[in-house]
Each structure stands twice: as C-alpha cells, then as structure tokens.
C-alpha cells in the first residue's frame, strides 16, 4: 500500500503564493504518476496537475495554466504544487493522488479514475 500526505495548505490573500507538498510513503518503489485534484464547495472534484516519473512531461489545467508549477523530488518520494497568483476561484480542498501505470496519453494523466492512491486533502482559501 501507498500512503500520501498532503501539507502544506491555509489562507492567502489573492494574489498570494502557497506551496502545497505531498509525501508518498510505503511501497513507494513502483509509483508513476503524481498530480493533483481539487474540489471547490458544491463542485466535482476536478484535475489541476500531473507529473511523470521522470518528471518530464507536465500537464496542467487551463484554469492554473501558466500560475501553477508541479515538480517532483523522487529522492524523498514527495512532489509539489507551487502555487502563484492566487485567485478566490482557487479555494478548494486539494488532493494528491499517485499511480503506479506509464500511460501512454496526456489525458490518462488528468483523469481521476487513472489514480490509485489518493491523499486525504489539504484545505486552500483565498481570500479576495
């Protein structure tokens, strides 16, 4: 099994930066992907970014296209979301999610159904 924990969420106001951290830990020895999912209140909970496990490509939302950066460090088992520019539309709760597959399309990467494991959220607000 996989665990994922997620840190690294709170209050900004818009126009501030976060910076969300996600670390794996158990049988973290065959994880691929890695992106991240959120969900606002009243709304389905929907891609944001991914990574591969070489860390090349990237795949972004066009919502955070440009505003937001996922790297990854694979010597501690940990990706991460930067977050800039932020916009009250960006409040959400924010998962991180990991699989274990090379797919072979971009849209694989985007798809919730793709991931396996799945963190427990980290809370965003931004405020106006």
């Known amino acids: 099994q996989v665990q994922l924990i997620e840190s690294g969420g709170g209050l900004v106001q818009a126009g501030g930066s976060l910076r969300l951290s996600c670390a794996a830990s158990?049988?973290?020895?065959?994880?691929?992907?890695m992106g991240w999912f959120r969900q606002a209140p009243g709304k389905e909970r929907e891609f944001v970014a991914a990574?591969?496990?070489?860390?090349?490509?990237?795949y972004y939302a066009d919502s955070v296209k440009g505003r937001f950066t996922i790297s990854r460090d694979n010597a501690k088992n940990t990706i991460y979301l930067q977050m800039n520019s932020l916009k009250p539309e960006d409040t959400a709760v924010y998962y991180c999610?990991?699989?274990?597959?090379?797919?072979?399309?971009?849209?694989?990467?985007?798809?919730?159904?793709?991931?396996?494991?799945w963190g427990q959220g980290t809370q965003v607000t931004v405020s106006s």
């Open positions: 158990g049988r973290t020895f065959n994880l691929y992907g």
């Open positions: 999610a990991a699989h274990s597959t090379s797919y072979s399309t971009t849209y694989a990467y985007t798809r919730q159904s793709s991931y396996t494991y």
């Open positions: 990574i591969r496990g070489s860390s090349t490509p990237t």
